[in-house]
């Protein structure tokens, strides 16, 4: 009864999390989101322990609230956590190699290309392990965009060859056009937005790519 009632409490915490990043997404309210992103990590660690995929989902979308509204620093310290934690829940994973582009993605964000460099290849090396397709576009498109901030032209064009070589051209011969289009403009978008604005970018990329895995 007790082990039951434990997991009741953590699906109540994992569905306040939904509305928290529901709130962040549709809403456009950080302080809400973050406000409740707080109580399902305090509640967490207390109930499931510091390792716990509870804790750490919370911990990883208070990262995302922080970058969101430009506190960049404080995010990294999230997704650092994260990743000091997740290794002890579920080993390498594509999980792993998200929370190394996450990294990168607040030194970006501070125009800290080396630094997001060095994320991204530490993701990159991951995604290689790993062999997952959306993956490697994920890591591509990242290493694409800082390497054109940086003007290195020559390292960043053979990236949309690899981008386009993870891509099942069979699967999507197969797939409404609306959706091939909607993936095209998401690679544009990708590409042609200001690294600036990384995080709203990473929110959209997230989702876009839950898309584009559905329907690839």
Same mark, same amino acid.
């Given at each position: 009864m007790g082990e039951r009632f434990c997991e009741s409490d953590n699906l109540t915490l994992e569905a306040t999390m939904s509305v928290a990043t @529901?709130? #962040?997404v549709f809403q456009r309210q950080p302080g809400k989101a973050k406000e409740l992103a707080e109580e399902v990590k305090r509640r967490s660690e207390e109930w499931n322990g510091p390792d716990h !995929? +509870?804790? /750490?989902g919370a911990l990883t979308s #208070? $990262?995302?609230i922080w970058g969101r &509204? $430009? *506190? *960049? @620093?404080?995010?990294?310290?999230? %997704?650092q956590t994260v990743k000091e934690h997740a290794? =002890?829940? %579920?080993?390498?994973?594509a999980g792993d190699a998200l929370n190394e582009l996450a990294i990168g993605d607040t030194y970006a964000a501070e125009q800290n290309y080396v630094e997001a460099e060095k994320q991204y290849l530490l993701a990159k090396k991951k995604s290689d392990e790993l062999s997952e397709p959306i993956m490697e576009r994920a890591v591509c498109i990242s290493l694409f965009r800082v390497y054109v901030a940086q003007r290195r032209l020559e390292e960043a064009w053979p990236l949309t060859v690899q981008v386009i070589k993870t891509i099942p051209l069979a699967g999507v011969l197969r797939v409404n056009k609306v959706w091939v289009t909607l993936g095209v403009l998401v690679l #544009? =978008?990708?590409? /042609? @937005?200001?690294?600036?604005? $990384? %995080?709203?970018?990473?929110? $959209? +990329? @997230?989702?876009? &790519? +839950? /898309?584009?895995? !559905?329907? #690839?």
């Open positions: @529901s709130i #962040l !995929r +509870v804790t /750490l #208070l $990262g995302m &509204t $430009g *506190y *960049y @620093s404080e995010a990294r310290r999230c %997704f290794k =002890n829940l %579920f080993g390498e994973t #544009l =978008n990708m590409a /042609l @937005s200001s690294i600036s604005t $990384g %995080f709203d970018i990473v929110i $959209g +990329v @997230s989702v876009a &790519t +839950v /898309l584009l895995a !559905r329907w #690839l």
